[in-house]
């Protein structure tokens, strides 16, 4: 449906887009995910037509868009600060874009009735922004996006204004109405949870570039890169050299259990991940394991975050485990995992 | 314990205005002394007689108020307004482009034009009034330009276009100023939200940008309206004998005439005028 093609596009001497392809499916949710600053931002302004890429080609349902104003493309952007009208009430903010369509005043005045009930905001039709809460201008925001019918929605980090609890609301409200009115939805995120519990596929950026475009779970279990398994989600890397069988070299620890994702020629560079939650704490006699002792314990609630200094590792370990931990700060610990649960991949250049 | 607690916002809110008075006290004080009460002592000698040879004499009368609806005087204030207007008018159609453009400029742009446009601010006002003469006279800068393209000459000098050219040209700064500081203070996505809706570049501007900048279309047509009504230094050098301006009718009624007293009505009939359009502003600020 969204085809971004080759799109380059740099700011002086910053490489804001780098050779960017992408392709969205109708009817998607679509995540661009990245650190701020990667570029992200500037393809959705691409797309919606408030900037012009230096190189590529971006096409809606083979249409070329990049020729066309951004008054003319059927694309909705919401943006990150909502840009809602400060002098006009909600009802007339939401109207604005179809009387730019010279639809008939009944046909609007019945939209605007409508796309406000399915936000929930009928009850505050006559107010302005400015007597509104965060969560209601953002829905306000989104009924002044989808009331046009849009083929595509664009959202520029949709959720980073709003307080936790406020949030994790509009998220299930955010994928309920993408299934009701059924646009492609493309949003902009540098939160990596929001892109996991939203999106149906990620493409994760980095400088510039996408690293890697998967489903959630994949993006979550196997990174094809150094960079994709250490932004999404916590991750604990060791560096070392393929072994040509299950797992990697390192030079403090010896041999490292782990699965590598692709063939891996042995002696070359490669990295291995592990997640906290995949890592079991055995006691200090176990047979197996990196020693180290307890650094720090966190308690979540249903998950406890317990740290673990390993002489010879940089960064401390980290240990997710059921509940309340049952090692307290100074407990002498082995960290062990089993090699299915640990993905190993390529260090490139 | 109770009235402890009680008694404590009460003194620091006392301690507050008190703070108020002292740091407000010297403007004030100043503006009474040499602002209200000669106001005040001027205003009130509008009810009285003038002396034969000059000053006031205290009998109470009506006649300065009967003179001032005179078609004479009327049509004296009627042209004020009417060239003020015209300048506020002409003023806002210039400088609102103006303002647009130099708050969408680079930041170091920004500053460089913003004192380019107070920069005439820095020379002499008589100078600069007397610069128009040379510019408007018959064989002056502007005709002999014009003679070059086989154009002209234009009589203009001492005609109502003259103090209206003049009236622009010294009050055009305090429109693009407030009007800057509007439009610079407008979140440039609005626009692109205006856009993205569907709405044409004009149709941002009549829809978003203009409503949302009317405070500052406000108060920049007040700021070149109010000196513009009462100017007498302008008309006196650009209008020549023929036009006479409000500001021109009081100097006289009170340096020449010397009638203080309808001086001081006309003074009067002047103040109404700009408190009534000042109320106006403020009304419609507050609405917009």
Same mark, same amino acid.
């Given at each position: 449906m969204?085809?971004?093609?080759?799109?380059?596009?740099?700011?002086?001497?910053v490489?804001?887009?780098?050779d960017v392809?992408?392709?969205i499916?109708?009817?998607e949710?679509?995540a661009l995910?990245?650190?701020?600053?990667?570029? *992200?931002?500037?393809?959705?302004?691409?797309?919606?037509?408030?900037?012009t890429?230096?190189?590529?080609?971006?096409t809606?349902d083979?249409?070329?868009?990049?020729?066309?104003?951004p008054?003319?493309?059927?694309?909705?952007?919401?943006?990150?600060?909502?840009?809602?009208?400060?002098?006009m009430?909600?009802?007339?903010?939401?109207?604005?874009?179809?009387?730019?369509?010279?639809?008939?005043?009944?046909?609007? *005045?019945?939209?605007?009735?409508?796309?406000?009930?399915?936000v929930?905001l009928?009850?505050?039709a006559?107010?302005?922004?400015?007597?509104?809460?965060?969560g209601q201008?953002q829905?306000?925001?989104?009924a002044?996006?989808?009331?046009?019918r849009p083929?595509?929605?664009?959202?520029?980090?949709?959720?980073?204004?709003?307080?936790?609890?406020?949030?994790?609301d509009?998220?299930?409200?955010?994928?309920?109405?993408?299934?009701?009115?059924?646009i492609t939805?493309?949003?902009?995120?540098?939160?990596?949870?929001?892109?996991?519990?939203l999106?149906?596929?990620i493409?994760?950026f980095?400088?510039?570039?996408?690293?890697?475009?998967d489903?959630?779970?994949?993006?979550?279990?196997?990174p094809?890169?150094?960079?994709?398994?250490?932004?999404?989600?916590?991750?604990? =890397?060791?560096s070392?050299?393929?072994s040509? =069988?299950?797992g990697?070299?390192?030079?403090?620890?010896?041999m490292?259990?782990?699965?590598p994702?692709t063939?891996l020629?042995?002696?070359?560079q490669?990295?291995?991940?592990?997640?906290?939650?995949k890592?079991?704490?055995?006691?200090?006699?176990?047979?197996?394991?990196?020693?180290?002792?307890?650094?720090d314990?966190?308690?979540?609630?249903?998950?406890s975050?317990?740290?673990?200094?390993?002489?010879?590792?940089? *960064?401390?370990?980290?240990?997710a485990?059921?509940?309340a931990?049952?090692?307290?700060?100074?407990t002498k610990? *082995?960290?062990?995992w089993?090699?299915?649960?640990?993905?190993?991949m390529?260090?490139?250049q | 314990?109770?009235s402890?607690?009680?008694?404590?916002?009460v003194?620091?809110?006392?301690?507050r205005?008190?703070?108020?008075?002292?740091?407000?006290?010297?403007g /004030?004080?100043y503006?009474?002394?040499?602002m209200?009460v000669?106001?005040?002592?001027?205003?009130?000698?509008?009810v009285?007689?003038?002396?034969?040879?000059?000053?006031?004499?205290?009998?109470?009368?009506?006649?300065?108020?009967?003179?001032?609806?005179d078609? /004479?005087?009327?049509?004296?204030?009627?042209?004020?307004?009417?060239?003020?207007?015209?300048?506020t008018?002409?003023?806002?159609?210039?400088?609102?482009?103006?303002?647009?453009?130099?708050?969408r400029l680079?930041r170091?742009?920004?500053?460089?034009?913003?004192?380019?446009i107070?920069?005439?601010?820095?020379t002499n006002?008589?100078?600069?009034?007397?610069?128009?003469i040379?510019l408007?006279?018959?064989p002056?800068?502007?005709n002999s330009?014009l003679?070059?393209f086989?154009?002209?000459?234009?009589?203009?000098?001492?005609?109502?276009?003259?103090?209206?050219?003049?009236?622009?040209?010294?009050?055009?700064?305090l429109?693009?100023?407030?009007?800057?500081?509007?439009?610079?203070?407008?979140?440039p996505?609005?626009?692109?939200?205006?856009?993205?809706?569907g709405?044409?570049?004009?149709?941002?501007?009549?829809?978003?940008?203009?409503?949302?900048?009317?405070?500052?279309?406000l108060?920049g047509?007040?700021?070149?309206?109010?000196?513009?009504?009462?100017?007498?230094?302008?008309?006196?050098?650009?209008?020549?004998?023929?036009?006479i301006?409000?500001?021109? /009718?009081?100097?006289?009624?009170?340096l020449?005439?010397?009638?203080?007293?309808f001086?001081?009505?006309?003074?009067l009939?002047?103040?109404v005028?700009?408190?009534?359009?000042l109320?106006?502003q403020?009304w419609?600020?507050?609405?917009?």
């Open positions: 969204l085809r971004i093609d080759g799109v380059s596009r740099r700011f002086g001497d490489i804001a887009l780098d392809s992408l392709e499916g109708q009817g949710f679509f995910l990245g650190p701020s600053g990667c570029g *992200k931002t500037t393809l959705l302004r691409i797309v919606a037509g408030f900037e890429p230096d190189a590529g080609k971006v809606l083979g249409e070329d868009l990049l020729s066309r104003p008054n003319r493309r059927p694309i909705s952007l919401m943006f990150q600060s909502y840009a809602l009208f400060p002098h009430t909600v009802a007339k903010n939401v109207a604005y874009g179809l009387e730019r369509e010279r639809l008939p005043r009944q046909e609007i *005045k019945q939209r605007v009735g409508e796309v406000l009930e399915t929930g009928s009850a505050h006559v107010r302005k922004p400015a007597q509104l809460s965060g201008r829905r306000v925001a989104l002044r996006s989808i009331v046009k083929r595509l929605l664009l959202l520029d980090e949709p959720l980073s204004a709003l307080d936790k609890k406020v949030r994790a509009m998220q299930l409200e955010l994928k309920r109405l993408q299934s009701e009115v059924g939805f493309v949003v902009v995120t540098h939160d990596q949870e929001e892109a996991m519990s999106a149906d596929r493409a994760v980095d400088s510039g570039s996408v690293r890697q475009v489903e959630p779970i994949s993006l979550y279990e196997r094809r890169s150094p960079f994709v398994a250490d932004f999404v989600g916590a991750n604990n =890397l060791f070392g050299t393929a040509g =069988l299950d990697i070299r390192s030079e403090q620890f010896g490292l259990p782990g699965t994702l063939e020629t042995a002696g070359r490669a990295l291995l991940a592990v997640r906290p939650e890592i079991e704490l055995a006691d200090e006699n176990a047979t197996r394991g990196l020693a180290g002792s307890v650094l314990v966190s308690f979540y609630g249903g998950v975050h317990v740290s673990v200094d390993v002489p010879g590792h940089a *960064k401390p370990v980290l240990v485990v059921q509940g931990a049952a090692v307290r700060q100074g610990v *082995k960290v062990r089993e090699a299915r649960d640990a993905v190993v390529a260090v490139d | 314990m109770k402890e607690v009680k008694a404590r916002p003194n620091r809110s006392r301690g205005r008190l703070g108020a008075f002292v740091f407000l006290s010297p /004030l004080a503006l009474v002394v040499f209200l000669p106001l005040a002592l001027l205003l009130s000698t509008t009285f007689r003038r002396g034969r040879f000059g000053g006031v004499v205290y009998e109470f009368t009506a006649e300065n108020f009967e003179r001032l609806v078609p /004479l005087y009327l049509g004296v204030l009627v042209d004020s307004l009417k060239i003020a207007t015209l300048t008018l002409i003023a806002l159609l210039i400088g609102y482009p103006t303002a647009y453009v130099i708050a680079p170091k742009w920004k500053t460089i034009a913003l004192v380019a107070v920069l005439p601010f820095w006002f008589l100078i600069r009034v007397y610069a128009w040379m408007l006279s018959g002056g800068l502007v330009a003679k070059v086989g154009l002209g000459p234009l009589e203009v000098l001492y005609t109502e276009g003259a103090i209206v050219t003049g009236l622009l040209y010294s009050y055009l700064p429109m693009v100023l407030p009007l800057y500081a509007a439009i610079d203070r407008l979140d996505q609005l626009r692109e939200a205006s856009s993205n809706l709405a044409s570049a004009f149709t941002t501007f009549r829809k978003v940008t203009l409503p949302l900048t009317m405070p500052g279309v108060t047509s007040l700021f070149v309206f109010v000196p513009s009504f009462g100017n007498f230094v302008i008309p006196e050098m650009l209008g020549g004998s023929k036009s301006m409000v500001g021109n /009718l009081i100097r006289d009624q009170f020449k005439a010397r009638d203080w007293p001086g001081a009505t006309l003074a009939a002047l103040i005028v700009l408190v009534v359009l109320v106006a403020s419609v600020a507050r609405r917009a």
